[in-house]
């Protein structure tokens, strides 16, 4: 199965179900679309002062600039309080990639202004993460940058 890893907290949060897009600056290869990856939670360690922007940020009038649904907030209090509790270095989930859209176009669905851009080009890609099913317990993995091999 092919793998994404993917920093903490936000590995959790697509585990979770409250993200449901993961934005990177490219564009998914179309052999993954459609298909079910892995989401690998990073070695990296978590860093309470991001978790403490994204409180701020969904606590504020745009929420929706952090691209999570509402129910984030009460997991990312926990986390903050408790970051030893996110996994490191391990699957969380796993989840079927969706076809990638410009970030700019799902605007809207995540609660803020429509997009009047014409730069549309310079945009992020949001990719889906579609059928999202945890991995109980979570299975140890070392992980790579892009997409790489899975074997449980």
């Known amino acids: 199965m092919r793998a994404l890893t993917i920093y903490q907290p936000w590995a959790s949060l697509i585990a979770a179900g409250v993200k ?27 860093r309470k002062g991001e978790i403490a922007d994204l409180i701020l940020r969904l606590r504020g009038p745009e929420a929706w600039t952090t ?9 990312l209090e926990a986390w903050h309080a408790n970051p030893q509790t996110l996994w490191l270095s391990a699957v969380v ?4 990639l969706g076809e990638p859209v410009l970030a700019s176009k799902i ?17 992020n890609w949001a990719w889906p993460m579609l059928d999202v099913e945890r991995v109980e317990p979570p299975a140890p993995a070392k992980g790579a940058q892009g997409f790489w091999e899975f074997r449980p």
């Open 93 to 96: 989930a796993t989840a079927v």
């Open 107 to 123: 605007t809207a669905d995540l609660g803020g202004p429509l997009n009047d851009s014409d730069r549309d080009t310079h945009a």
């Open 20 to 46: 449901p897009y993961e934005f990177r600056g490219w564009c998914a290869p179309s052999s993954v679309v459609g298909q079910r990856i892995a989401i690998h939670a990073g070695a990296r360690s978590v």
């Open 67 to 75: 691209g999570l649904r509402a129910e984030a907030l009460p997991l």
